[in-house]
T-cell receptor, first 113, second 118 residues
Framework: KQEVTQIPAALSVPEGENLVLNCSFTDSAIYNLQWFRQDPGKGLTSLLLIQSSQREQTSGRLNASLDKSSGRSTLYIAASQPGDSATYLCAVISGGGADGLTFGKGTHLIIQP | DAGVIQSPRHEVTEMGQEVTLRCKPISGHDYLFWYRQTMMRGLELLIYFNNNVPIDDSGMPEDRFSAKMPNASFSTLKIQPSEPRDSAVYFC????????????????FGPGTRLLVL
């Protein structure tokens, strides 16, 4: 059974810093990996999707990488801003015909003004 | 497009009552997913449909939970009877899988239904 782990569980950094969020998964046979953002009391917003054949995806100040063989992904946030404060969730779609996402428990990020 | 629509947004009920959560997926999407989020367990897949047909319901916790998708634009998740441990946020998501060698699928989530069972 696929398991997704995110480290750290919480992170607080001053505004302007670059930061890295980590995600690991136990079964490397994934179809794709998706990073989401969740604001308090809100739904999930998809940030980046990396297909199994890709190594990275970029959107603005966000860059996500994928290393399938080692079961790892990172989300890099450049020049962090207070508006980046949220919970970031990593999720994978695994092989074997399962189409639902398996989620990590998230990293709660606070950017201090 | 309005995105995935869920109703109600909040539901407070008493133990033993029936609860029905509703979802309207994005038009044209052929996959619909129900997830549950709790502090202890995070986000978990309950069930998903493809072209209105349930594909995998192994995540449904008990027989008290049931889900239907009578047409491409509507799905329900029902809990009967409800229990306090069912209190959680229930999310509906939909997606459209593009043809190709790898799965090009982004799941779009609704705002969720916050359920409190007293």
């Amino acid at each position: 059974k696929q398991e997704v782990t995110q480290i750290p569980a919480a992170l607080s950094v001053p505004e302007g810093e670059n930061l890295v969020l980590n995600c690991s998964f136990t079964d490397s046979a994934i179809y794709n990996l998706q990073w989401f953002r969740q604001d308090p009391g809100k739904g999930l917003t998809s940030l980046l999707l990396i297909q199994s054949s890709q190594r990275e995806q970029t959107s603005g100040r966000l860059n996500a990488s994928l290393d399938k063989s080692s079961g790892r992904s990172t989300l890099y946030i450049a020049a962090s801003q207070p508006g980046d404060s949220a919970t970031y969730l990593c999720a994978v779609i695994s092989g074997g015909g399962a189409d639902g996402l398996t989620f990590g428990k998230g990293t709660h990020l606070i950017i201090q003004p | 497009d309005a995105g995935v629509i869920q109703s109600p947004r909040h539901e407070v009920t008493e133990m033993g009552q029936e609860v029905t959560l509703r979802c309207k997926p994005i038009s044209g999407h052929d996959y619909l997913f129900w997830y549950r989020q709790t502090m202890m367990r995070g986000l978990e897949l309950l069930i998903y449909f493809n072209n209105n047909v349930p594909i995998d319901d192994s995540g449904m916790p008990e027989d008290r939970f049931s889900a239907k998708m009578p047409n491409a634009s509507f799905s329900t998740l029902k809990i009967q009877p409800s229990e306090p441990r069912d209190s959680a946020v229930y999310f509906c998501a939909s997606s459209f899988i593009k043809a190709g060698p790898s799965r090009e699928e982004t799941q779009y989530f609704g705002p969720g239904t916050r359920l409190l069972v007293l």
